[in-house]
Structure formats: structure tokens, C-alpha cells
């Protein structure tokens, strides 16, 4: 059997942690942004795990991620 792809577009957006959650960066930090305060901007920065209703599908998008 051939090895499976890893979508390219998830492999770019996710990592993995060592506990085996899934890592992501948080959305609405582009632009618009002189209507957020300094503190939202400043928790945009941090990063968030994916949801476990979610994490199931990225997983399948990402075979090899090693979770």
C-alpha cells in the first residue's frame, strides 16, 4: 500500500504537544485591528489547542502527526 498524504494546508496550520493535543494559532489577529484592545491582541499571540470535537478530523487530515 502506498504511504498517505498529509493535507498540506492542516500540516502548515498544526503541531503536535507533547501530551499528544493538537496546537493551533488563534484567528481575528489580521487585520481591523484598532478596535481591539492591547490585552486582546495580546492574548491572540498565545496559542489555543484544538477543540476534542475537532481534534478527531484533524488527526485524519494529518496521518503522521505522531498523536
Do not use: C, E, W
Amino acid at each position: 500500500m502506498p504511504k498517505m498524504k498529509s493535507n498540506r494546508a492542516a500540516a502548515k496550520r498544526f503541531k503536535a504537544t507533547a501530551t499528544g493535543k493538537i496546537k493551533r494559532n488563534r484567528a481575528y489577529a489580521r487585520h481591523i485591528l484598532t478596535t481591539k484592545t492591547t490585552k486582546q491582541k495580546r492574548g491572540l499571540r498565545a496559542p489555543a489547542t484544538v477543540d476534542s470535537s475537532n481534534a478527531k478530523s484533524v488527526k485524519k487530515l494529518l496521518p503522521y502527526l505522531g498523536v
